[in-house]
Protein backbone atom coordinates (compact mmCIF):
# COMPACT_ATOMS: atom_id res chain seq x y z
CA UNK A 1 0.00 0.00 0.00
CA UNK A 2 1.07 3.03 -1.06
CA UNK A 3 -0.50 6.69 0.27
CA UNK A 4 -0.38 10.75 0.15
CA UNK A 5 -1.22 12.74 2.38
CA UNK A 6 -2.69 16.12 1.65
CA UNK A 7 -3.68 18.18 4.65
CA UNK A 8 -6.65 20.63 4.20
CA UNK A 9 -3.92 24.03 4.98
CA UNK A 10 -1.85 23.04 2.02
CA UNK A 11 -4.43 23.22 -0.33
CA UNK A 12 -4.12 25.93 -2.77
CA UNK A 13 -6.91 29.02 -2.19
CA UNK A 14 -7.91 31.92 -3.90
CA UNK A 15 -10.40 34.38 -2.95
CA UNK A 16 -12.05 36.57 -5.11
CA UNK A 17 -14.77 38.17 -2.91
CA UNK A 18 -17.49 36.15 -4.50
CA UNK A 19 -16.33 33.17 -4.85
CA UNK A 20 -13.89 31.31 -2.25
CA UNK A 21 -11.65 28.30 -3.47
CA UNK A 22 -9.74 25.59 -1.95
CA UNK A 23 -7.87 23.60 -4.53
CA UNK A 24 -6.64 20.20 -3.55
CA UNK A 25 -4.86 19.76 -7.12
CA UNK A 26 -3.00 22.16 -9.66
CA UNK A 27 -5.62 24.62 -10.68
CA UNK A 28 -6.08 28.31 -12.21
CA UNK A 29 -3.36 30.71 -9.99
CA UNK A 30 -2.23 27.33 -8.34
CA UNK A 31 -0.18 25.62 -9.63
CA UNK A 32 1.92 23.04 -7.65
CA UNK A 33 4.30 20.48 -9.79
CA UNK A 34 3.81 17.83 -6.98
CA UNK A 35 -0.10 18.01 -7.08
CA UNK A 36 -1.42 18.34 -10.44
CA UNK A 37 -3.64 14.66 -10.03
CA UNK A 38 -4.11 11.62 -8.51
CA UNK A 39 -4.21 8.87 -10.66
CA UNK A 40 -7.25 9.94 -13.16
CA UNK A 41 -8.57 12.19 -10.75
CA UNK A 42 -7.57 16.18 -11.86
CA UNK A 43 -9.40 18.54 -9.95
CA UNK A 44 -11.06 18.74 -6.79
CA UNK A 45 -12.61 22.15 -5.72
CA UNK A 46 -13.72 23.03 -2.52
CA UNK A 47 -15.64 25.92 -3.44
CA UNK A 48 -17.73 28.83 -1.80
CA UNK A 49 -20.18 30.97 -4.31
CA UNK A 50 -21.68 34.16 -2.17
CA UNK A 51 -25.78 34.86 -3.21
CA UNK A 52 -26.80 36.24 -6.60
CA UNK A 53 -23.27 35.20 -8.12
CA UNK A 54 -21.89 32.66 -10.08
CA UNK A 55 -19.27 31.49 -13.12
CA UNK A 56 -20.51 32.66 -16.12
CA UNK A 57 -20.86 30.74 -19.48
CA UNK A 58 -17.57 29.19 -20.81
CA UNK A 59 -16.12 25.60 -22.47
CA UNK A 60 -14.84 22.57 -21.77
CA UNK A 61 -14.24 19.57 -23.71
CA UNK A 62 -12.94 15.94 -22.97
CA UNK A 63 -13.52 15.68 -19.43
CA UNK A 64 -15.96 14.43 -16.47
CA UNK A 65 -17.25 17.05 -14.56
CA UNK A 66 -18.98 16.56 -10.97
CA UNK A 67 -20.37 18.90 -8.99
CA UNK A 68 -21.54 17.84 -5.61
CA UNK A 69 -23.30 20.71 -3.09
CA UNK A 70 -22.40 20.37 0.19
CA UNK A 71 -24.97 22.98 1.29
CA UNK A 72 -27.28 25.77 -0.78
CA UNK A 73 -28.51 25.61 -4.24
CA UNK A 74 -26.63 25.44 -7.78
CA UNK A 75 -27.97 26.13 -11.10
CA UNK A 76 -26.87 25.30 -14.45
CA UNK A 77 -27.13 25.93 -17.83
CA UNK A 78 -25.17 24.50 -21.05
CA UNK A 79 -25.31 24.83 -24.72
CA UNK A 80 -26.46 21.69 -25.27
CA UNK A 81 -29.93 23.19 -23.63
CA UNK A 82 -29.79 21.76 -20.51
CA UNK A 83 -30.75 23.20 -17.74
CA UNK A 84 -30.51 22.27 -13.42
CA UNK A 85 -31.13 23.21 -10.29
CA UNK A 86 -28.89 21.09 -7.98
CA UNK A 87 -28.85 21.13 -3.99
CA UNK A 88 -27.44 19.19 -1.02
CA UNK A 89 -28.19 15.33 -1.14
CA UNK A 90 -27.56 15.70 -5.20
CA UNK A 91 -25.08 15.17 -7.55
CA UNK A 92 -24.51 16.58 -10.83
CA UNK A 93 -22.19 15.35 -13.94
CA UNK A 94 -21.61 16.44 -17.24
CA UNK A 95 -19.51 14.92 -19.82
CA UNK A 96 -17.82 17.62 -21.83
CA UNK A 97 -17.10 15.41 -24.40
CA UNK A 98 -16.33 17.19 -28.17
CA UNK A 99 -16.89 20.24 -26.17
CA UNK A 100 -19.65 21.93 -24.52
CA UNK A 101 -20.41 25.79 -22.73
CA UNK A 102 -22.11 25.94 -19.55
CA UNK A 103 -22.64 27.89 -16.15
CA UNK A 104 -22.83 27.16 -12.85
CA UNK A 105 -24.59 29.93 -10.78
CA UNK A 106 -25.63 30.14 -7.08
CA UNK A 107 -29.75 29.43 -7.68
CA UNK A 108 -29.83 31.94 -4.60
CA UNK A 109 -30.06 35.80 -4.44
CA UNK A 110 -29.15 35.71 -1.18
CA UNK A 111 -27.31 32.52 0.77
CA UNK A 112 -24.36 31.37 -0.44
CA UNK A 113 -23.92 28.10 -1.91
CA UNK A 114 -21.25 25.32 -1.37
CA UNK A 115 -20.34 22.96 -3.37
CA UNK A 116 -17.21 20.39 -4.54
CA UNK A 117 -16.39 20.66 -7.97
CA UNK A 118 -14.54 17.41 -9.45
CA UNK A 119 -12.85 16.93 -12.67
CA UNK A 120 -11.73 13.47 -14.01
CA UNK A 121 -9.98 12.34 -17.07
CA UNK A 122 -11.79 10.35 -19.05
CA UNK A 123 -11.19 7.05 -21.06
CA UNK A 124 -12.97 7.75 -24.38
CA UNK A 125 -12.34 10.94 -26.06
CA UNK A 126 -14.75 13.06 -28.03
CA UNK A 127 -17.75 11.33 -26.58
CA UNK A 128 -21.43 13.40 -27.41
CA UNK A 129 -21.86 15.86 -24.42
CA UNK A 130 -24.37 14.22 -21.66
CA UNK A 131 -25.64 16.20 -18.72
CA UNK A 132 -26.96 14.28 -15.75
CA UNK A 133 -27.94 14.69 -11.88
CA UNK A 134 -29.37 12.17 -9.54
CA UNK A 135 -30.87 13.32 -5.62
CA UNK A 136 -29.53 10.59 -2.66
CA UNK A 137 -30.76 9.67 0.56
CA UNK A 138 -28.68 10.67 3.27
CA UNK A 139 -29.81 7.44 5.31
CA UNK A 140 -28.75 5.58 2.92
CA UNK A 141 -25.37 6.30 3.84
CA UNK A 142 -25.41 5.94 7.71
CA UNK A 143 -22.53 3.92 8.22
CA UNK A 144 -22.27 2.55 5.12
CA UNK A 145 -20.82 3.70 1.37
CA UNK A 146 -23.57 4.81 -0.68
CA UNK A 147 -22.39 4.52 -4.65
CA UNK A 148 -22.87 7.85 -6.28
CA UNK A 149 -21.20 7.40 -9.11
CA UNK A 150 -20.17 4.75 -11.75
CA UNK A 151 -18.84 3.66 -15.05
CA UNK A 152 -21.74 1.84 -16.00
CA UNK A 153 -25.20 3.64 -16.57
CA UNK A 154 -27.06 0.60 -15.16
CA UNK A 155 -25.92 0.93 -12.36
CA UNK A 156 -26.60 2.80 -8.54
CA UNK A 157 -25.86 6.82 -9.38
CA UNK A 158 -24.93 9.15 -12.09
CA UNK A 159 -22.18 7.46 -14.96
CA UNK A 160 -18.88 8.48 -16.30
CA UNK A 161 -16.77 8.01 -19.23
CA UNK A 162 -14.04 6.33 -16.56
CA UNK A 163 -13.82 3.23 -14.60
CA UNK A 164 -14.20 5.30 -11.51
CA UNK A 165 -16.55 4.84 -8.70
CA UNK A 166 -17.55 7.48 -5.82
CA UNK A 167 -19.13 6.78 -2.37
CA UNK A 168 -20.38 9.05 0.43
CA UNK A 169 -20.44 7.50 3.85
CA UNK A 170 -21.79 9.32 7.13
CA UNK A 171 -20.14 7.19 10.16
CA UNK A 172 -20.91 7.14 13.54
CA UNK A 173 -17.79 8.14 16.13
CA UNK A 174 -16.42 4.75 16.59
CA UNK A 175 -17.42 2.98 13.79
CA UNK A 176 -15.12 1.12 11.64
CA UNK A 177 -15.45 -0.48 8.20
CA UNK A 178 -13.17 -1.53 5.08
CA UNK A 179 -13.00 -0.55 1.57
CA UNK A 180 -12.88 -3.00 -1.12
CA UNK A 181 -11.82 -1.55 -4.23
CA UNK A 182 -13.85 -2.54 -7.43
CA UNK A 183 -10.93 -2.95 -10.01
CA UNK A 184 -7.03 -3.97 -9.76
CA UNK A 185 -5.14 -0.99 -10.33
CA UNK A 186 -7.04 1.56 -9.01
CA UNK A 187 -6.42 4.08 -6.52
CA UNK A 188 -8.96 5.84 -3.89
CA UNK A 189 -8.76 8.95 -2.62
CA UNK A 190 -10.71 10.02 0.30
CA UNK A 191 -11.81 13.58 1.39
CA UNK A 192 -13.04 14.28 5.35
CA UNK A 193 -15.62 16.48 4.54
CA UNK A 194 -16.45 16.78 8.24
CA UNK A 195 -15.17 14.74 11.17
CA UNK A 196 -12.10 13.05 12.04
CA UNK A 197 -11.18 9.50 11.09
CA UNK A 198 -8.58 7.04 11.03
CA UNK A 199 -7.88 5.64 7.34
CA UNK A 200 -4.84 3.55 6.40
CA UNK A 201 -2.73 4.31 9.35
CA UNK A 202 -3.03 8.37 8.70
CA UNK A 203 -5.08 10.94 11.22
CA UNK A 204 -7.29 12.68 9.06
CA UNK A 205 -9.45 15.85 9.57
CA UNK A 206 -12.11 18.35 8.68
CA UNK A 207 -10.96 18.42 4.19
CA UNK A 208 -7.82 16.42 4.62
CA UNK A 209 -7.50 14.08 1.61
CA UNK A 210 -5.90 10.83 1.41
CA UNK A 211 -4.51 9.33 -1.62
CA UNK A 212 -4.12 5.09 -1.41
CA UNK A 213 -2.79 2.96 -3.94
CA UNK A 214 -1.26 -0.61 -4.36
CA UNK A 215 -3.88 -2.10 -2.17
CA UNK A 216 -7.27 -3.75 -2.95
CA UNK A 217 -8.80 -3.05 0.50
CA UNK A 218 -8.12 -0.02 3.20
CA UNK A 219 -9.50 0.48 6.80
CA UNK A 220 -11.65 3.30 8.15
CA UNK A 221 -12.33 4.20 11.83
CA UNK A 222 -14.43 7.39 12.16
CA UNK A 223 -13.09 9.21 15.56
CA UNK A 224 -16.06 11.42 15.74
CA UNK A 225 -19.15 11.80 13.94
CA UNK A 226 -17.63 11.98 9.98
CA UNK A 227 -18.55 12.39 6.70
CA UNK A 228 -16.42 11.00 3.83
CA UNK A 229 -16.25 11.22 -0.26
CA UNK A 230 -14.23 8.24 -1.22
CA UNK A 231 -13.16 8.37 -5.03
CA UNK A 232 -11.88 5.14 -6.30
CA UNK A 233 -10.05 6.20 -10.13
CA UNK A 234 -7.45 4.66 -12.44
CA UNK A 235 -4.21 5.38 -11.33
CA UNK A 236 -2.58 4.67 -15.05
CA UNK A 237 -3.49 7.70 -17.44
Do not use: C
Not at 81 to 92: F, L
Not at 214 to 234: F, G, H, K, S
Amino acid sequence: MQTILDKAATRGHANHGWLNSYHTFSFAGYQNPARVHFGALRVLNDDTVAGGMGFGTHPHDNMEIISIPLNGTLEHKDSAGNHGIIRSGDVQVMSAGTGIAHSEKNHSSSEPVQFLQIWVFPNKRNVTPRYDQQSFRAEDRRNKFQQVLSPNPDDAGVWIHQDAWFHLADLDAGFTTDYQLKKSGNGVYVFVLEGEAAVAGHQLSRRDGLGIWDTNTLQIQAATATRLLLMEVPMAL
